[in-house]
């Protein structure tokens, strides 16, 4: 175990924006769990985040192959990737969480707003 005691978090505030964090992403401010900055080109043509791409997988909905676009019935190239094959991507990511890989990203200096705070005491 070679941890750091204090964990990282990334220099900048959490974007209120998708465009917001791409542009962070691109410019290489984003961090890893391990300082490692983020947001070198994909394979699939997007930015790495951090977490799975579901194009490194094969899809589970209709088998198209890691690093093809997921396919309609048709043959047609699918606008969007399969929902089996976002949840095979999220339930990777959660081992990773688990086995602590430090290729994650790093968390945000703020709390995640979406996030339920059940520490957080709201009584008056
Ligand atoms: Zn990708
Ligand atoms: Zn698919």
Redesign the pocket.
């Known amino acids: 175990m070679n941890r750091p005691s204090t964990a990282l978090t990334q220099p900048v505030p959490r974007p209120a924006l998708l465009s917001e964090l791409h542009a962070l992403l691109a410019r290489g401010i984003l961090i890893d769990r391990a300082g490692a900055p983020l947001g070198a080109t ?5 930015l ?1 985040d951090g977490y799975t ?1 579901p ?2 997988l094969d899809c589970p909905g209709c088998k198209a192959p890691a690093g093809r676009r997921c396919r309609r019935p048709s043959g047609h190239e699918a606008a969007e990737l399969h929902v089996p094959r976002l949840r095979a991507a999220g339930a990777l990511d959660k081992v990773r969480e688990r086995d602590g890989d430090p290729t994650l990203p790093a968390p945000w200096p703020d709390p995640d707003p979406s996030a339920p705070n059940p520490s957080e005491d709201r009584t008056p």
């Not at 994909?42 to 997007?46: A, I, L, V, W």
């Open positions: 994909c394979p699939c043509g997007g790495v791409c194009l490194s």
